[in-house]
């Protein structure tokens, strides 16, 4: 493997060339993919953060959101993935999160919210199978 440093031997060649206008320097691995900058790897690690902390719903959820009538607003679906990420940190796996009047069961390791609930779905408001339980 040979390392392309653009013919600075050292790092003190490397930085007075720096500090003198010249280009940044890069380091490639010939036959490897292209280098990326600090910023492109940490936007697209936060990128990637970002999208993971997007709850999803399973099939169950999404059934029972549509035949209870249930619309979720942009704020809604914010704080249900606030919760559910407040759950998790708290090391909670499968959480009850409140939302308005609303109630999610929502497994915080794959983000997925396993079932929905409003006043009128539950007559006696009982969850069960959960370890912990969220307000947002």
Do not use: C, W
């Amino acid at each position: 493997m040979r390392v392309n440093s653009n013919g600075y031997s050292t790092i003190e060649q490397a930085s007075a060339a720096f500090l003198n206008g010249a280009s940044p320097v890069t380091l490639a691995v010939e036959g490897d993919a292209p280098v990326k900058s600090f910023a492109e790897i940490l936007t697209e690690k936060r990128d990637k953060l970002n999208a993971s902390h997007r709850v999803s719903f399973s099939k169950h959820a999404a059934e029972r959101l549509n035949d209870r009538n249930i619309e979720l607003s942009e704020r809604q679906l914010e704080r249900l993935d606030e919760g559910t990420r407040a759950a998790g940190d708290k090391g909670i796996n499968s959480s009850l999160v409140m939302v308005d009047d609303l109630a999610f069961i929502v497994n915080t390791r794959s983000n997925t919210v396993v079932t929905a609930m409003d006043p009128a779905g539950s007559d006696k408001n009982i969850f069960t199978n959960i370890d912990g339980a969220v307000i947002a």
